[in-house]
């Protein structure tokens, strides 16, 4: 009897098949649609940020501004994975906003932006810019309000796969973006003994190595810090360093000019 039971069942499973469709539970195919990108910050390599969540957020975004002594408006908005952007404007909320479609059912949104950098129904790359940090809409200082979201559902926000917190204030939680550290970097040379890499553009932050003389390296990016004065020289630009992992004066780069030339910002 559980075979007679069983052969419906079977009749059904059969003309699916010769029909070419699948029997296969529809929760795995919707587990493989909605597998996140991995999202990187929505700033420059290399700068250091903090945030913080307003409870008042309709969804599950964080507000971002700079903590690494560099100004928060002005500074490129980057896609934190790649996709299609489309332009958005609404003075009297998001302002500028720019959202990304990651495809799975997976968007991001940077609202506030005081210029974009891109067209609607442009493709962009993971670290590409987007957009320029400010203060459009319905904000009281400039900084880049980020969302995740999920089938329209704004999620928790994950960098490089781990979840952010969600502080009440700044100066709370920090976030180093590595968003377009991935290049290979463009190669120079040191000079001078005992130049110390420090973890970000300031004289006063970590010692990470330090090069004993002269040494070929390869520069991802460049940003304005301390001044740091040497042979009669000053320079307030800072390189920072793919394989050290951390930033030297330009000053100490063998090349005439201070700020490098064809090294992208961080």
């Known amino acids: 009897m559980r075979f007679l039971r069983r052969l419906p069942a079977l009749f059904v499973a059969a003309l699916m098949a010769l029909a070419g469709l699948s029997v296969a539970p529809a929760q795995a195919g919707e587990a493989g649609a909605t597998a996140a990108p991995v999202f990187k910050a929505p700033y420059p390599c290399g700068q250091r940020w903090t945030y913080s969540h307003h409870s008042a957020e309709v969804r599950r975004a964080l507000d971002f501004v700079r903590s690494d002594g560099g100004a928060t408006a002005g500074t490129p908005v980057l896609a934190s994975a790649a996709g299609t952007a489309t332009r958005y404007s609404q003075p009297s909320g998001a302002g500028n906003y720019v959202a990304i479609d990651h495809g799975g059912g997976w968007k991001t949104y940077y609202f506030h932006l005081s210029a974009y950098s891109v067209p609607s129904g442009a493709s962009v790359a993971q670290g590409q810019q987007i957009g320029v940090t400010g203060s ?66 300031r004289v006063s932050a970590p010692v990470v190595t330090t090069l004993a003389g002269p040494t070929a390296v390869r520069v991802v990016c460049q940003k304005q810090g301390d001044t740091v004065n040497a042979e009669g020289y000053s320079n307030n630009w800072w390189s920072k360093l793919r394989d050290q992992n951390g930033f030297i004066s330009n000053i100490y780069i063998d090349h005439p000019d201070a700020k490098l030339p064809g090294v992208p910002l961080c």
């Open 136 to 201: 459009t809409g319905n904000s009281s200082g400039a900084h880049i309000h980020y969302e995740q979201l999920l089938n329209g559902v704004g999620q928790n926000i994950v960098i490089n796969g781990a979840g952010l917190s969600y502080p009440g204030s700044y100066n709370q939680a920090y976030l180093t973006s590595d968003n377009g550290c991935g290049g290979s970097g463009l190669p120079f040379n040191t000079w001078g003994s005992g130049v110390n890499v420090r973890s970000d553009a």
